[in-house]
């Protein structure tokens, strides 16, 4: 016995919610195959379709089902389910990177349940709302970049995401949903993080801490301690930090998460480099290296090999800090870590002067970067370079950009030659027209044969000088007339003409003319032919109700959906359904022309999301900001007083 549809998308509900993704996909997709007339198990099944689609991470047909599902919601008038349809299509808009569609839909889903005093409605809408604006904003300018450092626009969005993720909090207490609560005070305090405001990002990831604990999850709390580390790193606080990290580890340990393990080994390997306990930086360092050689993690081999290399030359182990600085050499070579590639080249020449191994290995310069050449070819001159610090310090070379590396210079870099301005160039653009409009009227007046335009097979001959007696060139009015009359032509080559003895022209069936003359005759009947003819376009633009998938339609069934759509599309106002039609036609062609973002850098999976070199180098900076001195300011001239 076959099944039906809603038996099928029950069984594929069932899978999805016990973690099955493509099993309850394939469900869902037979019970679409198999169809039903009721609209609402549809609606259903759409919006299940779309979440399994976006927990696979195929957002570009969860995005289709959300729309099916939002376009259905609206044609039975069913508020609630409208306003879900539109949480969720913001959500995959989000992950898109279409923010501003994103919030568009965010704010419809909060509408709808305000409308609705749906105060759970509320909650995931502010919610979402945040989690909209927190992504825009960390996404405008993340890499390379400081948090509290952001443009003017991140930091716009980003306090945008702490006031909705704020009224959030406001409701979700209200009703007493901790476990809502526990998520918000998280995003809360990875927003304020990134403003900048430390102390607050601790306090609400405090919060975020005790909630996991009360609900006994083990990776939020693990979260939640990696987050307060990284927030008393900026706060200079570093035991405290060390010890957020250690949990971190722990907990990592417990969850057999052998990834997230290596990064808190990372995290207290660098931590314990700023408290200069070395040897215990390096003891965490090589966990980090032994688990990121396991799983075949190059770039976090790689920063592990950088960090032990610099571990190292505090130590004074210049051997053993060479050996790691060629490793990580070799692997950003490897990977393309052109940045990395720069500092490690730099590491191992200082390393190979101090160790005194000019005798065998010579270093030459190679468009800025330093290479290395073999025992058997001719050595070159080595500038000495005194004063090199040899410490972590070298960790600011990882601000260089690669702009900022000298290179040869551009290749299409015009040359002398080119730069001089020959008479042709000179010449007028009005000139230009007035030349090619005399040339149109020499081919089609029939001009002298023996005289040839250039471009049409004559041999090229020497400039000739131009006469003394050159008229001036056109006014404005002139000139515009005469393009309007060059452009006509082409225009005039594009009508039909009704004239029968006009040479080349088609001759229309009298019947045709007949209604032609009438209908210029009887403007009325004009009109009527117009319309006529025009309906075929519009019937061609027209989208049938059977596109939905999954919709099956019988005689008394399809009437009755008729009727809902086109009462559904009456309730709206022209101007607002021609202006949303206006929008998406041209937002369309305004994608088609952005172009993308540049990728991130990689990352490997044993590297946190947070770039600890960041850390370390706002903290230096601050040591480094407290050795300047402040020049005393002389009072501005009274030649440059603007008043």
């Given at each position: 016995m076959e099944a039906s549809c809603l038996e099928l998308a029950l069984e594929g509900e069932r899978l999805c919610k016990s973690g099955d993704y493509r099993a309850g996909v394939s469900f869902f997709e037979s019970a679409i195959q198999v169809g039903t007339e009721d609209l609402q198990i549809l609606s259903a099944i759409y919006s299940q379709l779309g979440n399994a689609y976006f927990h696979l991470q195929d957002y570009t047909k969860a995005l289709e089902f959300h729309r099916h599902d939002l376009t259905l919601t609206r044609t039975i008038r069913d508020q609630l389910g409208e306003a879900k349809a539109s949480g969720n299509l913001g959500n995959t808009l989000k992950v898109l990177g279409r923010y501003d569609e994103a919030a568009a839909c965010c704010q419809r889903h909060l509408d709808i349940s305000r409308m609705l005093h749906d105060k759970v409605g509320q909650a995931r809408a502010l919610y979402n709302y945040g989690n909209v604006y927190h992504a825009k904003g960390k996404n405008i300018c993340w890499s390379g970049v400081d948090p509290g450092d952001f443009p003017e626009e991140a930091r716009a969005a980003l306090k945008k995401a702490s006031q909705y993720y704020e009224a959030n909090l406001s409701i979700v207490k209200e009703?007493?949903?901790?476990?809502?609560?526990?998520?918000?005070?998280?995003?809360?305090?990875?927003?304020?993080?990134?403003?900048?405001?430390?102390?607050?990002?601790v306090l609400a990831h405090e919060q975020r801490l005790l909630i996991a604990k009360e609900f006994g999850d083990r990776?939020?709390?693990?979260?939640?301690?990696?987050?307060?580390?990284?927030?008393?790193?900026?706060?200079?606080?570093?035991?405290?930090?060390?010890?957020?990290?250690?949990?971190?580890?722990?907990?990592?340990?417990?969850?057999?998460?052998?990834?997230?393990?290596?990064?808190?080994?990372?995290?207290?390997?660098?931590?314990?480099?700023?408290?200069?306990?070395?040897?215990?930086?390096?003891?965490?360092?090589?966990?980090?290296?032994?688990?990121?050689?396991?799983?075949?993690?190059?770039?976090?081999?790689?920063r592990a090999c950088w960090s032990l290399a610099n571990a190292h030359t505090a130590l004074g182990n210049h051997e053993q800090a060479?050996?790691?600085?060629?490793?990580?050499?070799?692997?950003?070579?490897?990977?393309?870590?052109?940045?990395?590639?720069?500092?490690?080249?730099?590491n191992v020449s200082?390393?190979?002067?101090?160790?005194?191994?000019?005798?065998?290995?010579?270093?030459?310069?190679?468009?800025?970067?330093?290479?290395?050449?073999?025992?058997?070819?001719?050595?070159?001159?080595?500038?000495?370079?005194?004063?090199?610090?040899?410490?972590?310090?070298?960790?600011?070379?990882?601000?260089?950009?690669?702009?900022?590396?000298?290179?040869?210079?551009?290749?299409?870099?015009?040359?002398?030659?080119?730069?001089?301005?020959?008479p042709i160039a000179k010449t007028s653009s009005k000139l230009?027209?007035?030349?090619?409009?005399?040339?149109?009227?020499?081919?089609?007046?029939?001009?002298?044969?023996?005289?040839?335009?250039?471009?049409?097979?004559?041999?090229?001959?020497?400039?000739?000088?131009?006469?003394?007696?050159?008229?001036?060139?056109?006014?404005?009015?002139?000139?515009?007339?005469?393009l309007s009359r060059f452009q006509g032509n082409r225009m005039d080559d594009q009508r039909c003409s009704l004239d029968s003895r006009s040479s080349g022209a088609s001759t229309p069936s009298p019947s045709v003319a007949n209604r032609l003359l009438e209908a210029s005759a009887q403007p009325g009947h004009f009109l009527d032919l117009l319309a006529t003819s025009q309906s075929r376009r519009l019937d061609e633009q027209r989208v049938s109700v059977g596109g939905l998938p999954g919709l099956r339609l019988d005689k008394s069934g399809s009437q009755s959906v008729l009727s809902q759509l086109i009462a559904s599309a009456d309730g709206k106002e022209p101007e607002e359904d021609f202006f949303d039609m206006l929008i998406k036609c041209q937002g369309s062609r305004l994608d088609d022309q952005r172009c993308a973002a540049p990728p991130p850098a990689p990352r490997?999976?044993?590297?946190?999301?947070?770039?600890?070199?960041?850390?370390?180098?706002?903290?230096?900076a601050k040591r480094m900001d407290e050795q300047r001195v402040i020049l005393p300011s002389d009072p501005a001239p009274a030649h440059l007083n603007p008043d």
């Open positions: 009703l007493g949903d901790r476990a809502a609560q526990g998520r918000t005070y998280g995003n809360l305090g990875n927003t304020q993080y990134l403003l900048g405001s430390f102390q607050n990002a990776a939020a709390e693990r979260r939640a301690y990696c987050n307060l580390g990284n927030a008393f790193i900026f706060l200079g606080q570093f035991e405290v930090a060390a010890e957020h990290y250690k949990r971190t580890l722990q907990l990592a340990r417990q969850l057999r998460d052998r990834a997230v393990e290596a990064q808190a080994c990372y995290s207290l390997g660098n931590t314990y480099t700023l408290l200069q306990d070395y040897e215990r930086a390096i003891d965490y360092h090589l966990k980090h290296l032994v688990i990121a050689q396991d799983l075949k993690d190059r770039i976090g081999e790689g060479l050996h790691f600085a060629e490793k990580h050499l070799e692997i950003s070579k490897e990977v393309g870590d052109r940045s990395g590639e720069l500092t490690a080249r730099m200082d390393l190979q002067l101090v160790l005194g191994l000019r005798l065998n290995d010579s270093i030459t310069s190679t468009d800025g970067l330093y290479t290395h050449t073999s025992a058997g070819s001719s050595p070159q001159a080595v500038r000495p370079r005194t004063g090199r610090r040899l410490s972590m310090e070298n960790m600011e070379l990882m601000k260089l950009s690669r702009d900022k590396s000298p290179g040869p210079p551009d290749e299409e870099e015009t040359s002398p030659k080119q730069t001089k301005t020959s230009f027209f007035i030349t090619r409009f005399k040339s149109k009227k020499q081919k089609s007046g029939g001009g002298s044969p023996s005289k040839s335009l250039p471009g049409q097979g004559s041999p090229p001959s020497s400039p000739q000088p131009e006469p003394k007696d050159t008229p001036e060139p056109l006014g404005d009015e002139g000139f515009f007339d005469l490997g999976p044993t590297v946190p999301d947070e770039d600890f070199f960041s850390l370390v180098l706002r903290s230096q």
